[in-house]
């Protein structure tokens, strides 16, 4: 079935390491990508987007994503999390239209 | 100067009880979605309304309804709640053209009792 995978659903890290979540998805030909983060009690909100061009992507608060189409990954970086990154980070696709389909999430926490 | 507002944030309604759950936006966007989102899930798309046109998706139970009487504002009926429809429910916008990216509410979370 076509999906999106993201393969660690907790990750525990200390202040200052680095971070990669992977995100792999199942659908060929063009594809629209992002990362939603969603901080404790909070809403969904845009992380950062791919949709053409240059494959390393860069969002708000340091986060990073780089697009390999050969591997069908889009997986988040950011060299050196923080405490308040905390949070639930969900990757998702959208084909055709405007229609998103997301990721289990990965829950990050980061210990201060 | 939130964008996308979802009521109530918390909802509590008893099984087979009908139950409607708003959403308003502010963005003047024409896609509105409507997600169910449940513990250690992926946020699942259950429709969405491209303008007016209602957009099902086909593993959606009929128990589920919307309704769009205008841009702002969008609906979700559950007409016979169960037990295993306790979910946080999101509601997304997003424009038809250009950038894709959606726009989120806080989402309202039901429990049934």
């Known amino acids: 079935a076509q999906s999106v995978s993201q393969h660690n659903h907790h990750v525990i890290l200390s202040e200052a390491a680095s971070l990669e979540l992977g995100c792999n998805y199942s659908?060929?030909?063009?594809?629209?990508l992002f990362w939603y983060v969603q901080y404790p009690g909070q809403h969904l909100q845009l992380l950062l987007k791919?949709?053409?061009?240059?494959?390393l992507v860069k969002g708000i608060k340091g986060f990073e994503a780089e697009f390999i189409k050969s591997k069908f990954s889009f997986n988040l970086r950011k060299p050196s999390v923080q405490w308040s990154d905390t949070a639930e980070y969900f990757c998702?696709?959208?084909?055709?239209?405007?229609?998103?389909?997301f990721g289990a999430g990965t829950i990050l926490r980061v210990k201060s | 100067d939130a964008m996308v507002i979802q009521n109530p944030r918390y909802q509590v309604t008893q099984f087979g009880k009908p139950v409607t759950l708003s959403c308003s936006q502010t963005l003047n966007h024409n896609v509105m979605y409507w997600y169910q989102q449940k513990s250690s899930q992926a946020p699942k798309l259950l429709f969405h309304?491209?303008?007016?046109?209602?957009?099902n998706e086909a593993d959606t139970p009929d128990n589920f309804q919307s309704r769009r009487p205008n841009t702002s504002f969008c609906f979700l009926d559950i007409r016979s709640p169960g037990l295993g429809d306790a979910a946080m429910y999101l509601c997304?916008?997003?424009?038809?053209?250009?950038?894709?990216?959606?726009?989120f509410g806080q989402g309202t979370r039901l429990t049934v009792v």
């Open positions: 997304a916008t997003s424009r038809a053209n250009g950038a894709p990216e959606a726009f």
């Open positions: 309304y491209y303008d007016k046109d209602f957009n």
């Open positions: 998702a696709v959208s084909r055709y239209g405007n229609k998103l389909v």
């Open positions: 791919y949709f053409s061009g240059d494959p």
């Open positions: 659908y060929g030909g063009t594809v629209n």
